[in-house]
Every structure is written in structure tokens, then in C-alpha cells.
């Protein structure tokens, strides 16, 4: 592992162009655009919006993860968002005045004449506003009849405003709306008691082209949580070792991949790898023999530059796992299919009457690159195939192809295992069920993997731990990120709050599912952790390190071979992953504070450490050691700084 020093050092070239990119703004959204709340003193006072299409049956869309199609751009403080629902096209920009305050303008237009029930600016209270919540109103004033015309079956309360508050006991929203709108109250029911407030932009029958705008202005305030947080780790109690981040190295991009992968293997401790295996290039034609061509120098660009990566990341010892995404034509049945069957389904099935060809070819490769560039590929599997991207099987299919192909493999001298799942998330932890079970199978079964793009509810990250112990080998997030539509959208990648929610599901994933290794989607300019020198078109600007980055290399300077240490805390607002050794007395705590500033205690250390060391990256720091705490008796007092990820690194 690089010394920390060493990292550190390497960080200073490049601090200053952090620290120009830095964003003020205290609004809050996800990467789908909608608004998650205002922090004020780094405490989020919530509130969740979208924008939301109510037809006139009663039908209604919302904006959701990957549920539109997107288009985000960032301007100064101006982060704008367009979108396409059915047809019509939204347009929002949001904009924090100061603290505590945002503006959001929302513009709504169809490109043909229809007749809906409403389309809405739409905002659902969390649990903070119960029961005694309050509403007052600034309105015209007097109102017809007239003037309450929307039609909505959930409405509670419907009355034209100018402006609205929004009380709790704990929590207060403001908002007030460029024109007066009609304002629907739903108070929801006994089984889902969220308060829900709609404002109406348009409503009946809308003229094509015609464009409906309003502007919201919202001012949260409340009382800030600061309340001291208590943790305690137990040390005697090691689980699976933590080998620290990985990377994802599939070369998309000829112009930009290079700058991008030599900056992060130079400054990034890269502990695992996971290569392309081009294999529909590697053996296009059915009859040749893609071996024996290769070795004429008819070897395909794209297969030459997947296996020198692969032979670069071999030579600095990093292991490699190898996935196959597209197949050639002659192996799936049909011609190869994007986006969706009308079953829905996605993808190409192998043909499986040419199972043995598809056998050999795949092996092949794997024996190719072997002999030819020295590398021995550690892990094989299909990219997401699960889900068909872009093979699909079915749980019958995975099994089958790891028993027999993981045989093939083993008679033609490779060593090579196969990883199980490799999931597009981890709600399809059920696809590796039969193999697990399998003892024909367990023999060449060498991980599991999930990718972590969504699913990540406390129940799933225990089933997939439970996978990984039930077939006795390391567990893998074989792709590490949170949207995997944002590179429709690639400037919602330089978003602290993208930053923030990224490293929260890491450390959340590494405390309950305990991974060997989190590899990054990627580590090279495809979803760049890395901007400028034109990744994301951004040309403008030399190459630079995102808070992205900084959260990795802060990560992956968790010394290599520490277990992962239960972990037990009095508070659920703050994230935590806790790992050591006892027999070289190392230690590291991870802590994502998306909160106010609290204190903690820390206890259950071991009694030979005497300090740790606590380093932080937030949108003002990045992988910055900020001090040195004293360990007594086996605890340690400590202030947490807010919406930042927070490490703390035991002193040898």
C-alpha cells in the first residue's frame, strides 16, 4: 500500500483546482433531479419534490431514478434539468439564493394539443411533519369557484395561494411562488401517512406549444441535530478481510481513457481489476480459428488494447477478473438487440446448440492472453447477464456455464474461476441461488459478485454476504456507483451530493455485506472520477481530481489485509465501517456524516492503541489529515464534521 504520506504529497499539485470547483450551494437533489432538501449548518432540513403528470383517468408519473429520459447541465450555481414524460417535455432549474434558501423555476409544455388532470410541482413531507403540522397561506384576496378547478381525487385541501408555510414543531418551509397556484393538500392514510403538497402548473386542456412556467422559492429552517453519537467496536469479533478499492478498466474512450488511467493507477491503490473480454471481436467469424489468426497479427485493435491493459494491470500485481459483454452473432439467437423485447426482457440468449463452440471460444481467449501476454485471469463471468446486458441467462443457464465451462477450463491448464452473479444490482441475488447449491458447480466458483447501481436495502447486502459464506469465497461489488444512467448526464458526477451519496452506500455495503473489494464504474473517462482534458467535453480545463476521487483514495488507503469489525452505534444517521487486526494492531473507522457536526465516542479499541489519525474529504477537503486523536483505556472523543466522509487511521 502507498504510504499515506506519499498520497498526500500527491494530492497538493492538485488541491488548488478542487478548491476552484467548489459549489456553495446548499439545495440538495438527486441525480434524477429531484429535490432531497436544504442543508442549513450542514443539517438537512428534507423534503423530497419531483414532478409529476396526472392524466384524466387518475393515472400519475413522477419523475424517478432511470424512469424519464435526462439531460442535466451545470452552470455556475444554476443546475439545470430537462426532461421527457410521455411526451411532454419539463425543464427545472435549481439555484441556492443562500443559505437555507433555493429557487426552483419549472417550466411545462406538450408538443400537442391534450387533456390532463394536472401536471404538478410536487412535494412530500418526511416524517418530521406529523400530526401537529401546520399550513397558513398567503392568498388573493377573494376566490371564486372559479378559481378551484383541478381535478384530483386525493386532495385533502385545494385553494389558490401566493405563498405557503409550512410548520412542525421541529421543522419550518417556506415557499412562495412567483404566480399565484392552485395548491392541493393529500394527508394520506393510516398505512402511508406522509404528507404530500402539490402545486398545480397546468391543468384541463393544454394547447400545444404553450409554455407554463412558475417559480418557487423555498426557505427551510429547524432545529439542527447535533446529537452526540456513541460507537462501539468489537474487535475480537474479525470478519472477511477488506483488500481496499478496485477498478473497473474497459477502454470506451481512445482519446481521453489513457490520461485518465495513468493518473489514477499513479494515485489511487488499486487492489483488484476488472478487464473487458471483447470476445464478438475476438472471434467474429464462426469457422476461423481466432487463436491461429491472432497469431498471423490479425489480432482485432480492440482485443489487442483489452489484453495490454489487462497485462499492465497484471505487472504492477493487481489480479484481474475478466467479463464478457457482447457475443459474437453466430453465438445468440437472433441478431444482437439494445434496449428492451416487447416481454420485456433485454439482451441476447447464447444459442446453446453451439454450446461447445461457445465453450471453446471463450477459452480460447482466456488461454491467448495466458500465453501471449503472461496473464492469468483470475475471474470470468458474463457482464449483468442476469438482466441481459448484454447476454442473458437464466439461473439454470449460470449454473450449467460454470460447471461445464469451468471444467473446459480446467483441462486446458487454466486456472481461472468463475464469479457468481455479477448482477446488474442487488435485487437479483435469487439469479445465484441454483449454483450456489450446486456441488458440481462449488469447485470453480472462486467469488460472488453484485454491482451496487441499486437494491442496496440492509436485507439484500446480508443475503449476498450469506451467498458469499455459503459458497466459502470472497464477495465482490463488481461495479461501484450509484446511477447507472448518469453518463446520459455526466456533469451530475461533479455534485457534492453525488460525491456524498456514493461514499455512504460504499461504507454501507463494506459494513454489511463485507466485500473483498468495491471496484469503481470506472477507472477510466467512462463516469470519470477524474474531469477536465476533455472528459465529459469539458475542455477547458487541465485534468483535475473530483471529490469523487478524493473519496476513493481515501478509502484505499484502508492498510491492505484488515477485517472487517462489527460494529454498534446509538444513532442511525450517520453510516459506519470499522475494520482491524489484531496481530499488526492496525485499525481504521470509516464514518459518513451527511448530518450536522456531533460528537462521538469511540470505544472497544484495543488496548495497544494509543492514536488515531483523522483524515476527511468534503466539498471544502479533500483526503486532508485535519488531526490527531488521543485513545485512552480503549476510547477516543472526537468531533465529526457534517456532510463529509470521515476517516480515522490507528498510528503504528
Known amino acids: 500500500m502507498k504510504n499515506i504520506q506519499v498520497i498526500l504529497r500527491s494530492i497538493a499539485v492538485t488541491l488548488v483546482m478542487l478548491f476552484s470547483l467548489q459549489s456553495f450551494a446548499q439545495a440538495e437533489f438527486t441525480t434524477w433531479g429531484n429535490i432531497t432538501g436544504i442543508r442549513v449548518d450542514d443539517q438537512l432540513m428534507e423534503f423530497n419534490t419531483s414532478l409529476a403528470l396526472e392524466n384524466q383517468w387518475g393515472d400519475t408519473w413522477r419523475t424517478r431514478k432511470e424512469g424519464q429520459k435526462i439531460d442535466f447541465e451545470r452552470s455556475g450555481a444554476q443546475k439545470t434539468f430537462s426532461y421527457e414524460m410521455r411526451d411532454i417535455k419539463w425543464r427545472q432549474t435549481i439555484e441556492t439564493v443562500e443559505e437555507g434558501k433555493a429557487e426552483v423555476e419549472v417550466t411545462f409544455l406538450s408538443p400537442k394539443d391534450t387533456l390532463i388532470n ?8 418526511p416524517e418530521e411533519y406529523g400530526p401537529e403540522t401546520k399550513f397558513s397561506f398567503i392568498s388573493q384576496p377573494s376566490i371564486g369557484l372559479g378559481d378551484i378547478n383541478t381535478t384530483s381525487s386525493e386532495a385533502h385541501f385545494k385553494a389558490p395561494a401566493q405563498e405557503m408555510t409550512i410548520q412542525s414543531p421541529t421543522r419550518k418551509l417556506n415557499i412562495t411562488f412567483q404566480k399565484p397556484t392552485e395548491v392541493i393538500i393529500s394527508k394520506g392514510s393510516e398505512e402511508n401517512p406522509q404528507i404530500r403538497v402539490n402545486l398545480v402548473l397546468a391543468s384541463g386542456e393544454i394547447e400545444a406549444d404553450n409554455l407554463y412556467r412558475n417559480t418557487f422559492v423555498f426557505r427551510a429552517s429547524g432545529e439542527i441535530d447535533s446529537t452526540p453519537l456513541a460507537l462501539e467496536i468489537f474487535p475480537d469479533q474479525e470478519g472477511k478481510i477488506f483488500d481496499g478499492i478496485g477498478g473497473n478498466f474497459r477502454l470506451q474512450n481512445a482519446q481521453t481513457d489513457p490520461q485518465v488511467i495513468d493518473y489514477n493507477l499513479e494515485n489511487l491503490n488499486v487492489t ?18 481466432p487463436a491461429a489468426e491472432a497469431r498471423k497479427g490479425n489480432l482485432h485493435p480492440k482485443v489487442k488494447a483489452a489484453m495490454e491493459m489487462a497485462q499492465r494491470l497484471d505487472q504492477q500485481g493487481i489480479p484481474v477478473m475478466l467479463a464478457a459483454w457482447f457475443a459474437p452473432e453466430w453465438a445468440i439467437i437472433g441478431k444482437p438487440f439494445k434496449g428492451k423485447h416487447p416481454d420485456g426482457s433485454m439482451g441476447n440468449r447464447l444459442d446453446l446448440s453451439k454450446k461447445q463452440e461457445i465453450y471453446e471460444s471463450l477459452t480460447s481467449y482466456i488461454k491467448f492472453m495466458k500465453k501471449e501476454y503472461g496473464v492469468e485471469t483470475v475471474l470470468f463471468s458474463f457482464n449483468e447477464s442476469d438482466l441481459g446486458i448484454d447476454v442473458r441467462q437464466t439461473a439454470e443457464e449460470h449454473n450449467d456455464l460454470i460447471k461445464e465451462l469451468g471444467a473446459m477450463f480446467r483441462a486446458a491448464g487454466l486456472q481461472t474461476e468463475f464469479l457468481l452473479g455479477d448482477t446488474a444490482d442487488l435485487n437479483s441475488w435469487d439469479f445465484t441461488t441454483l449454483a450456489s447449491l450446486d456441488p458440481e458447480s462449488r469447485p470453480y466458483i472462486g467469488g460472488v459478485s453484485f454491482h451496487s447501481w441499486r437494491g442496496w436495502t440492509d436485507e439484500n447486502l446480508i ?19 450509484i446511477d447507472a444512467g448518469a453518463w446520459r448526464y455526466p456533469q451530475i458526477f461533479e455534485e457534492p451530493t453525488y460525491a456524498l ?48 476521487f478524493f473519496n476513493l483514495q481515501q478509502l484505499g488507503a484502508t492498510p491492505e489485509g484488515l477485517h472487517i469489525l462489527p460494529v454498534k ?84
Not at 118 to 125: G, H, M, W
Not at 515 to 543: C, H, K
Open 118 to 125: 394536472a401536471a404538478y410541482f410536487s412535494i412530500a413531507l
Open 272 to 289: 483488484w481489476s476488472r478487464v473487458e473480454m471483447p470476445w464478438r471481436e475476438w472471434h467474429a467469424k464462426r469457422t476461423a480459428d
Open 463 to 481: 443475503k449476498w454476504r450469506d451467498i458469499s459464506n455459503r459458497v466459502g469465497e470472497p464477495l465482490f461489488v463488481g461495479e461501484g456507483s
Open 501 to 548: 451519496d456514493e461514499i455512504d452506500v460504499y461504507i454501507k455495503i463494506m459494513n454489511l455485506a463485507q466485500p473483498r473489494s468495491i471496484l469503481q464504474w470506472q477507472l477510466t473517462a467512462d463516469y470519470s472520477v477524474l474531469s477536465g482534458g476533455g472528459i465529459f467535453g469539458n475542455n477547458e480545463e487541465e485534468l483535475y481530481p473530483t471529490q469523487r
Open 569 to 652: 452505534a446509538d444513532q442511525k444517521n450517520v453510516t459506519i465501517a470499522a475494520l482491524g487486526d489484531k496481530e499488526n494492531g492496525q485499525y481504521a473507522v470509516h464514518l459518513v456524516n451527511k448530518g450536522a457536526t456531533r460528537n462521538v465516542k469511540l470505544s472497544g479499541l484495543p488496548a495497544g492503541i494509543t492514536s488515531m489519525n483523522v483524515y476527511i474529504t468534503n466539498q471544502e477537503r479533500s483526503f486532508e489529515r485535519i488531526k490527531t486523536i488521543q485513545v485512552q483505556n480503549g476510547q477516543a472523543e472526537f468531533s465529526l464534521e457534517g456532510a463529509g466522509f470521515t476517516s480515522l487511521f490507528s498510528s503504528k
